[in-house]
C-alpha cells in the first residue's frame, strides 16, 4: 500500500484498500479523511460525531458500522447521515420560554407538512449511491465511542495496517453491476399491495394537513386583532355571535384617539385650509346657481 500523509489541515487520512474484481484486478487505495465534527451550528449529537470526507461511492450505513465496529474496533455508530439526506439531528436552542397561542398550532402544521413531504412511493433502487468526494455524518452511541473510533482509524494510519473496503458485508448489501440494473427494472413496478400502501399513507398526511390548515383559518375567521377587525378568509365567518366583540374593540380604539386630532399645530394648519377650501367651493357653487338662474329668467330681481 503506497505511503500517504497521516494528517492533512484537521483532518485525519485512513487508506482503505478497494477489493480486487474481475473487472478491475488492479489493486487500489482510497483514501477517507475524518475529523470530529464541528459544524457552524452545533446539535446535541456534535459532540459524538465524526465528519467523513470522500466517503466511497457505494458506502452504505452498513460499510460504515463495520469499519468502525468491526474493522477499526472503536465503537458503536448510532446512525449515519449521508450528504443530501435530511439529518435528524436539531439545533442547540435556548430553553423555552413561555409558549404563545399561535406556537402549537404553527409546530403542528409543520408536522403534518413534514408528514407529506415524508410520503413516497416505493423506491426504484435497492440501495443508494453516492457521487465522488461526497461526505458524510458518522454519530456514535456516546462519546466515548467517538474518540476511540478516531484514535482506532490514527493509529491504523501510522501503523499502516491494510483494511479492505467492505470486506465481510458483501453478502449483506444489495449487488451492483447488471444485478442492480435487473432488479431496478423489478422495482419500477411494484407490486399493488405496495403501491396502494404508499398511496394512502399520502392521502392520509395531506388529509391531516389540511384540517390543520382549516382549524387554523377557523379560529382566525373567530378571533378579530387588535384594530377590532376580522380577518376574512376563504370560506365565510362561522360565528356571526363575534361582531359583539368587534364593535367593542373598534370602539375603543376610537376612544384612545379622541381628542388627539388637533394635538399637532400642523394638524390645525391642514384643517383651517381644508375648511377655506370647502367654503370657497360652496361660494363657487352659490355662483354657478345664481347665473344658471338668470339664464332662465332674463332678469334677476332679488326682494
Known sequence: MPKAPLQISDYFVLPLA??????????????????????KIPTA?????LFLVNVPFDATELHMRHLFGSQLGGGRVERVEFEGSRSV??????????????????RTETQ???????????????????????????????????????????????????????????EKVPKLGSERYLNHHKLQYPDQASLLESVNAYMTAFASLEATRAEALARQRQEPDEDGFVTVTK??????????????????????????????RFQTREKRKERAGELMKKFEEDKEKVRRMKERRGKFRPE
Open 18 to 39: 478497494l477489493p480486487v474484481l474481475p473487472s478491475f484486478p488492479v489493486p487500489s487505495v482510497h483514501y477517507l479523511y475524518l475529523r470530529p465534527h464541528d459544524p
Open 235 to 264: 370560506g365565510g365567518r362561522n360565528a356571526p355571535v363575534r361582531q359583539e366583540e368587534a364593535q367593542e374593540k373598534a370602539e375603543k380604539q376610537r376612544e384612545k384617539r379622541k381628542g388627539l386630532e388637533d394635538f399637532y
Open 45 to 49: 449529537d456534535t459532540p459524538r460525531s
Open 89 to 106: 439531528s436539531k439545533p442547540v436552542v435556548a430553553p423555552p420560554v413561555q409558549a404563545k397561542k399561535g406556537k402549537k398550532r404553527k
Open 112 to 170: 403534518s407538512m413534514e408528514q407529506v413531504e415524508g410520503a413516497q412511493l416505493p423506491a426504484g433502487w435497492d440501495r443508494e449511491l453516492h457521487q465522488s468526494g461526497s461526505t458524510a455524518v458518522v454519530v456514535f452511541v456516546d462519546r466515548a465511542s467517538m474518540e476511540a473510533s478516531l484514535k482506532a482509524a490514527k493509529k491504523t494510519a501510522r501503523e499502516g495496517k491494510e483494511i479492505i473496503w467492505g470486506e465481510g458485508v458483501e
